[in-house]
């Protein structure tokens, strides 16, 4: 890229007083030696005017006193629950914060499914195992369930006639609930 | 003894509607300057200016003092008509009219016809490049060029760095000058 | 910088792919291919008070059976497919037999055999809530008797 080139890319920020000073003084001794590019500026100048006269224009036939009614109306006007809801939700779920939002939310609900089983009572809440067939081959069983715990056991006794036992020598052989 | 941007802001957070009102007496020109020259319809330019001094009325008391008054409120109307421009749908040719209806009864007569020829071609001119520029590059030819806003300001009304705010200047200047040669 | 714009939209990728695998109803619960079953052989007896601190996470349940003393015997896991049979040492010349039958509503449908020797001292099929446990108990072991908690996990 040559001299020429490059200053042209810098006169826009020199001109608006952006440039450090070094870059600044090599600028303006450019544009002074160099008339291609010192019209270049005049060009850029005048753009700059152009938009700005144009803008000023219109603006300056702006009264006060109409445009602040306008904005009193506003102020003034009841506002049904939906439109604040709508202005909030546009000012707050701004686009980067669903993208985040979105993702946040499957891996909260990630780590909540899979804690579930590791909480402190709850991984027991639905222990119940259900029998769905017992042979003990003529031996005594026992079904029982244990509430606090919930958990299923299935109690063996020792002879076939457990059920003859008596209530003190059952409590020595087996689970009381 | 007139009173600060700073000062007017608490007292509106006070409740004060009066200092809410001098604010907009100070700034209700150069709001709608910016916001005409990126919608380029006097109307719709009016009608956002005015919401957005409603909004930044509702919002008066989000704000901290982080940054001054006017970025504060040039953000919002840069916010809210970069809303209003994804809502337009007219064509160029309408903007032509609109302006020379407005010029019109502004009675901008200039005094050498030719000259008038020439400048209502070069604002058609102007209008049709400016529209052609991404909403980002119009806002930072609109801010530098009517506020004379340093890049630091534009950046942060913009959201943007210095750095980025130079390099979308630099390519909205070299695209309006292309467009309009013959003009300038 | 173009990657950085599009992170936002691979961590909902991720996250989604994530979801899909691990979340309820993921791919790895709806067709489990085999089944880890983990025996855990404990003996429990009234000549003392004593509560093995290996046992510490079957604390309440093994304490609802009112017995003064618990101690971990062996603790034994093996994965096993559907439809097949594992056999699982006990003492006193026992053997437990484990047939994972099948899958359903997050159940796992366990065939049990307890044997002395070559005889069936119990043969029960129970339907255990996946990572659930139930308790086989009461065979007559060393002055005290055998609790056997049979555990299933779908993998």
């Known amino acids: 890229m040559n001299t020429c080139e490059t200053i042209r890319e810098s006169i826009g920020s020199w001109l608006d007083g952006e440039l450090s000073p070094s870059a600044s003084e090599a600028v303006r001794l450019h544009l002074a030696a160099c008339s291609d590019c010192s019209v270049a500026r005049q ?29 009193q109306q506003r102020i003034n006007r009841k506002r049904a629950w939906h439109e604040d809801l709508f202005e909030w939700s546009r000012g707050f779920l701004t686009a980067p914060r669903i993208a985040w939002a979105v993702p946040a939310l499957i891996v909260v609900l990630l780590a909540l499914f899979s804690l579930d089983s590791y909480l402190p009572g709850r991984g027991v809440r639905d222990n119940f195992a259900s029998v769905e067939s017992i042979d003990a081959h003529g031996r005594s069983v026992a079904l029982l369930r244990e509430d606090q715990t919930k958990t299923t056991v299935i109690w063996l006794y020792q002879d076939q006639e457990g059920e003859n036992e008596t209530a003190e020598e059952a409590s020595k052989s087996g689970p009381t609930f | 003894m007139e009173l600060s941007d700073s000062e007017l802001v608490k007292k509106s957070q006070a409740g004060e509607t009066s200092a809410f009102q001098e604010l907009v007496s100070r700034y209700h020109q150069k709001v709608f300057m910016v916001i005409l020259g990126l919608l380029r319809n006097r109307e719709d330019a009016l009608d956002v200016a005015q919401e957005t001094f409603f909004r930044a009325f509702r919002k008066i008391n989000s704000f901290q003092g982080g940054s001054s008054f006017y970025t504060w409120i040039y953000r919002i109307a840069v916010n809210m008509s970069i809303d209003a421009q994804r809502r337009q749908k007219r064509n160029p040719l309408d903007f032509r009219e609109s302006m020379d209806d407005v010029m019109e009864a502004q009675n901008q007569v200039a005094k050498d016809p030719f000259a008038d020829v020439h400048d209502k071609e070069l604002r058609e001119k102007l209008t049709v490049a400016i529209n052609d520029l991404t909403p980002d590059h119009k806002a930072v030819i609109v801010l530098r060029t009517i506020e004379g806003l340093s890049y630091k300001d534009i950046g942060e009304i913009l959201g943007c760095s210095e750095g980025t705010v130079m390099s979308r200047l630099h390519y909205a200047r070299k695209k309006l000058q292309d467009k309009l040669r013959a003009f300038l | 910088m173009k990657l950085l714009k599009k992170l936002p939209s691979l961590v909902l990728l991720f996250s989604a792919l994530l979801f899909l695998a691990e979340g309820p109803g993921g791919t790895a619960e709806k067709n489990p291919q085999s089944v880890q079953v983990t025996i855990r052989t404990i003996l429990a007896g009234n000549k003392v008070d004593e509560f093995d601190a290996k046992l510490k996470g079957m604390e309440q349940q093994l304490k609802s059976l009112k017995y003064r003393s618990y101690r971990s015997l062996k603790d034994d896991s093996k994965v096993v497919p559907w439809q097949g049979t594992q056999s699982f040492d006990i003492p006193g010349g026992r053997t437990l037999t484990v047939t994972p039958q099948e899958f359903q509503d997050n159940r796992i449908a366990v065939k049990v055999r307890l044997t002395e020797g070559e005889k069936p001292v119990v043969d029960t099929t129970v339907k255990i809530p996946n990572k659930g446990n139930f308790i086989l108990g009461g065979p007559p072991h060393e002055g005290g008797v055998l609790v056997l908690s049979i555990s299933a996990a779908a993998q």
């Open chain 1, 43 to 71: 060009q850029l100048e005048k753009l700059q005017l152009v938009v700005k006269d144009e803008l000023v224009t219109q603006a300056a036939s702006i009264d006060f006193m109409p445009f602040w009614r306008g904005v």
